[in-house]
């Protein structure tokens, strides 16, 4: 028995949604009094896969053939579940990302295990196994019980936070043979866009609304954002109208976000906006209306116009940091 | 070109969400069930690329009979036939050998989901229908060009896109930008009724977990009003009694 856990680079460096995955799986192999694991896959330098060990992971299983080079899930699948057995490990955690999204069930299934996707809390054990995961897009929490021998989890970001747990670190080589049929997708081309910060990792995000009128007003929120070093983000029917792209667009039918800081301006909230949001620790509503339902679930709440109010918040931020 | 586009029946978006029996069972009472909306927008580009006499169209709900006004709406979207396995969908992995059983027999050349069910919010199916198969499956897509034998996709990736070309069989799992969801119109509801909808029981899996409880999110306390005159106020609260920035 021992857990491994699955590190996903983004061009060779690790962000701290992985730093999470491994924090969470140190918690577990400790809560099952056995050992951890890392593996790796793709091209990532000693010293980065070194800062795995801050985290508790004190053997990494390095990948590094060159057709694994970009991801393609079904090889990936592949390669972690056969590490999964050398390992002996029944407990494989994976970080709850667009790529882990589509990687964890077929490591499910490969190892006949049951998957929990979207955890947000370390496991329960009394009872047998039991997972806290999202339900109903951030409506509901269920606690998913697990009689499988072998179990995969899927963690959200932002939920478990990082923990440092310093280790020493072995790394070794791992070369798993590929079959040729697991590689038949082929990545042509990775567009990503350095600069911002990625909505579904970001710890603050600030969010737009119809009540901004139009895609020409956006300078203010991406200011305040930049500001803040946070993400933007849109309702529905801003994505709808193409004011702003769809991978922007939070709620039920949308990306379901948990940041510290939501930031939420111009937007009423409907219930399939909260629904993508309410998870999120601290949320501040900028409103002209104050009958919005959005104050219902607001920490912080401004009745006001956003085109003044904004402007006010940027200038306190600008003196704030200087 | 055959393409199969699998449904789930799940409660209205604007559903409160709420349990019964000690939390252990979602309450149903009152709730109003719809296609779950991703799975609108995958069989709407199905829908696109079968058009003109290019392919067929056809539906999979795993459930029990209640389902069969969610699946005649999916006929009504413009899906040619359809087929239900008898079953509840008792989780991802049940689902999703039910629809693999039915594919292996079946000979498509394209099976796409929605990228997650709005219910239990699982996005497993679709990766695990690939890996029954043992082909491909590209999860969270927002676009698919289709020429008969190769496709051309684009998924999400955190703060971008991947291109991504796939020959032969595969599954995908559809997000916004992948098709407009279209809307039945009157003919559409109308020929629904006759089409074909088959029913078919479903195979033994074995379990390997279940939901066992239920919560709802802890309320959340009141919310402070800042005055808007003193918006930048805002700024020192967050950082010293909030502690967030
Ligand atoms: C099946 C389905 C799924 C859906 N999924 C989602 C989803 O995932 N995410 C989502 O967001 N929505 C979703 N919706 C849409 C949702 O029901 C609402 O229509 C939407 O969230 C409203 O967006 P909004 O708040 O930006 O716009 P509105 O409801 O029009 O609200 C605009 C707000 O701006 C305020 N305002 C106007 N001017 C100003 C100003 N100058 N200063 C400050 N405030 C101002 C107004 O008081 C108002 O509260 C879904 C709907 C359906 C039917
Ligand atoms: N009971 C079901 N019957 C048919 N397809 C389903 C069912 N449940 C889920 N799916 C499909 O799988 C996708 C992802 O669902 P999930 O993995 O539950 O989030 C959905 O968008 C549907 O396309």
């Known amino acids: 028995m021992s857990v491994l856990v699955y590190v996903e680079q983004v061009e060779g460096k690790f962000k701290k949604s992985v730093f999470e995955a491994v924090s969470y799986a140190k918690a577990i192999a400790d809560q099952q009094g056995t050992s951890l694991s890392a593996i790796s896959i793709g091209n990532v330098a000693e010293s980065e896969l070194n800062e795995l060990g801050k985290y508790g992971a004190s053997k990494i299983l390095k990948v590094e053939a060159d057709q694994l080079k970009n991801f393609v899930n079904q090889a990936y699948a592949s390669v972690i579940a056969e590490a999964a057995k050398n390992e002996s490990a029944n407990i494989v955690v994976i970080s709850n990302s667009f790529s882990g999204k589509g990687l964890?069930?077929?490591v499910a299934v490969k190892l006949k295990a049951g998957l929990v996707d979207g955890a947000v809390e370390l496991p329960t054990t009394d009872g047998g196994f039991s997972v806290k995961k999202t339900a109903f897009s951030g409506k509901a929490?269920?606690?998913?019980?697990?009689?499988?021998?072998?179990?995969?989890?899927?963690?959200?970001?932002?939920?478990?936070?990082?923990?440092?747990?310093?280790?020493?670190?072995?790394?070794?080589?791992?070369?798993?043979?590929?079959?040729?049929?697991?590689?038949?997708?082929?990545?042509?081309?990775?567009?990503?866009?350095?600069?911002?910060?990625?909505?579904?990792?970001?710890?603050?995000?600030?969010?737009?609304?119809?009540?901004?009128?139009?895609?020409?007003?956006?300078?203010?929120?991406?200011?305040?954002?930049?500001?803040?070093?946070?993400?933007?983000?849109?309702?529905?029917?801003?994505?709808?109208?193409?004011?702003?792209?769809?991978?922007?667009?939070?709620?039920?039918?949308?990306?379901?976000?948990?940041?510290?800081?939501?930031?939420?301006?111009?937007?009423?909230?409907?219930?399939?906006?909260?629904?993508?949001?309410?998870?999120?620790?601290?949320?501040?509503?900028?409103?002209?209306?104050?009958?919005?339902?959005?104050?219902?679930?607001?920490?912080?709440?401004?009745?006001?116009?956003?085109?003044?109010?904004?402007?006010?918040?940027?200038?306190?931020?600008?003196?704030?940091?200087? | 070109m055959k393409i199969l586009v699998c449904i789930s029946n799940v409660p209205d978006t604007t559903t409160k969400i709420t349990f019964t029996g000690d939390n252990t069972e979602f309450n149903t009472a009152g709730v109003q069930y719809i296609v779950n909306p991703y799975d609108e927008i995958a069989l709407s580009r199905a829908i696109e690329l079968a058009e003109g006499g290019k392919g067929t169209v056809t539906v999979i709900n795993v459930g029990e009979a209640a389902t069969e006004p969610t699946i005649r709406k999916a006929l009504a979207i413009g899906a040619d036939d359809a087929v239900r396995v008898n079953g509840a969908p008792r989780d991802a992995y049940f689902v999703a050998t039910q629809i693999a059983e039915y594919a292996k027999s079946n000979d498509f050349d394209i099976i796409l989901c929605g990228r997650e069910s709005i219910d239990y919010n699982g996005s497993q199916v679709a990766a695990m229908v690939g890996e029954l198969l043992d082909i491909p499956s590209i999860s969270i897509i927002k676009k698919l060009d289709y020429d008969g034998s190769t496709a051309t996709i684009e998924r999400e990736i955190e703060g971008g896109k991947e291109v991504v070309s796939v020959s032969g069989k595969f599954v995908a799992s559809c997000a916004e930008g992948t098709a407009e969801a279209k809307i039945p119109n009157m003919r559409g509801i109308m020929s629904a009724r006759t089409k074909p909808l088959q029913v078919i029981e479903a195979v033994a899996v074995e379990e390997v977990g279940k939901i066992s409880k239920f919560e709802t999110p802890a309320p959340r306390g009141s919310v402070k009003l800042i005055p808007a005159e003193s918006a930048e106020e805002l700024i020192g609260l967050l950082h010293s009694e909030a502690k967030v920035i």
Not at chain 1, 146 to 170: D, R, Y
Not at chain 1, 282 to 294: C, G, L, Q, R, S
Request: with cysteine; hydrophobic share 45%; proline share 6%.
């Open chain 1, 141 to 322: 929490f269920a606690i998913a019980t697990l009689t499988s021998e072998n179990k995969v989890i899927a963690l959200n970001p932002n939920a478990f936070g990082v923990k440092e747990n310093a280790v020493s670190v072995a790394i070794e080589a791992f070369s798993p043979e590929v079959k040729s049929s697991d590689l038949t997708a082929i990545v042509k081309e990775i567009v990503r866009a350095t600069n911002k910060v990625s909505l579904p990792d970001a710890e603050i995000v600030v969010s737009g609304g119809r009540g901004l009128k139009g895609p020409e007003n956006w300078g203010m929120v991406e200011e305040l954002a930049d500001l803040l070093g946070a993400a933007t983000a849109c309702s529905k029917p801003v994505s709808d109208a193409d004011w702003r792209p769809h991978s922007e667009h939070v709620g039920q039918t949308g990306i379901a976000i948990s940041p510290n800081l939501y930031i939420a301006i111009g937007i009423s909230g409907a219930i399939q906006h909260l629904a993508g949001v309410s998870s999120s620790k601290v949320i501040v509503v900028i409103n002209k209306d104050p009958e919005a339902p959005f104050f219902k679930v607001a920490d912080y709440g401004i009745v006001g116009d956003a085109f003044e109010v904004v402007p006010k918040i940027i200038a306190a931020l600008k003196a704030h940091k200087a």
């Open chain 1, 104 to 106: 964890a069930p077929r």
